[in-house]
């Protein structure tokens, strides 16, 4: 089923909106990663969705059909959704094969058929042996799977995942996302998953919106919305990154205190006349530290370093521009390194200008 939102805004108290006139297409079988902090409006957005509230302005329409805007709201339970929320809200009384039964029924399927599909969901969950045990008893990943056990036990046309991983720990929350990933592939359910993990938002999705402040960003690729930002705060919310004042130099350069860099922006960057001054944005990948030994590079002081996914990640200081970048040995603090840097800048809007 498509999802359809245009001009959404919604406000909990008059004068704060929670979204501003959002507007925002997920195909049907699409997953979409919804990413931005915590007060962004990402489980709002989801509560229009599922039909909890009639938006104050714009409309939700689910294959091509009006379900909300002023005048109108379908009830949640006409909408074929399903549900994962941040705090699970799994019934205490029912077992785990009774969450799926209850909401089976709503369907008025027979008996037979319920069981059928309530053992292949089980399965699928890897909670086949734990049919019988109620929520008290089971583990916190055990507890995540009968939520989306739960969420799918109604054949949705379209699934909301609210911060579904966020209590579990890096290697449990890895096989929840492999499992996501493998159920909503199979069922080709439209998903929405909602988080404030931008690795999450990245290995689930094949498409991404940022939302802050209630107001959409960006949408696009993993990719895109990496290598390049609107703006700072989508620069921010999708990985390291370091901002750095410079000077247009003319001809797609920019003159820094790391040297002179090629630069790459889009129309949203504004006018880029010779000395004008912009910010660009580097990753981290793409500076890369060694100690200082007389090879090429800008030369600075290590500020500070950490040991992560084969490399280390290091703070460097370089002519008053901090970056952040990578080495291949240790860096001590305080240690003299030169700076390299590898590939373009990304050129960030006026707008979007670091402070």
């Known amino acids: 089923m498509r999802i359809e939102l245009d001009g959404l805004t919604f406000g909990y108290t008059p004068g704060r909106l929670a979204l501003d006139q959002v507007s925002l297409a997920v195909e049907e079988g699409e997953v979409l990663a919804l990413l931005g902090p915590s007060g962004s409006g990402k489980t709002t957005l989801l509560d229009l969705v599922a039909g909890f509230f009639a938006p104050s302005a714009g ?33 205490p009384q029912l077992t785990v094969e009774g ?16 069981r059928r599909e309530r053992e292949e969901l089980l399965r699928a969950t890897g909670l086949e042996g734990l049919a019988a045990r109620l929520p008290s ?11 989306l056990a739960r969420a799918l036990a109604g054949r949705p046309e379209v699934l909301l995942l609210d911060e579904p991983l966020a209590s579990l720990d890096r ?14 592939r199979e069922r080709r359910v439209t998903t929405i998953h909602v988080t404030h993990d931008r690795e999450e938002a990245f290995r689930t999705a094949g498409r991404a919106a940022v939302l802050d402040r209630g107001r959409l960003l960006q949408t696009g690729s993993p ?42 922006s889009d129309a949203a960057a504004g006018p880029r006349e010779p000395g004008s001054r912009i910010s660009v ?19 600075g002081t290590a500020r500070a370093a950490a ?39 990304w050129m960030l809007p006026a707008s979007g200008r670091a402070p």
């Not at 008893?137 to 939520?147: D, K, Y």
Request: hydrophobic letters at 45%; a positive charge; proline letters at 6%.
């Open 137 to 147: 008893t089971l583990s916190g990943g055990e507890e995540q799977r009968l939520a």
């Open 171 to 184: 290697p449990l929350r890895d096989r929840m996302l492999d499992l996501i990933r493998r159920l909503q």
């Open 59 to 91: 409309s939700v329409r689910l294959g091509g059909r009006v379900a909300s805007d002023p005048a109108t709201l379908v009830a949640p339970r006409r909408r074929r959704i399903g549900r994962v929320f941040q705090d699970l809200a799994l019934w």
């Open 223 to 264: 990719e895109d919305l990496y290598r390049r930002p609107a703006d700072a705060v989508v620069a921010r919310l999708t990985g390291p990154a370091s901002f750095v004042e410079c000077t247009v130099a003319g001809g797609g350069s920019v003159s820094t205190p790391l040297g002179t860099l090629e630069v790459l």
């Open 99 to 114: 969450h799926l039964d209850f909401v089976q029924r709503s369907r008025g399927l027979p008996r037979s058929e319920r």
């Open 307 to 345: 040991f992560s996914a084969g490399a280390w990640d290091v703070e460097v200081e370089v002519a008053g521009a901090a970056v952040t970048g990578r080495a291949a040995e240790r860096i001590a603090p305080g240690q003299p390194v030169r700076v390299a840097v590898r590939g373009a800048a």
């Open 281 to 299: 944005l580097l990753r981290p990948e793409q500076v890369e530290v060694a100690p200082s030994d007389g090879g090429a590079g800008a030369v």
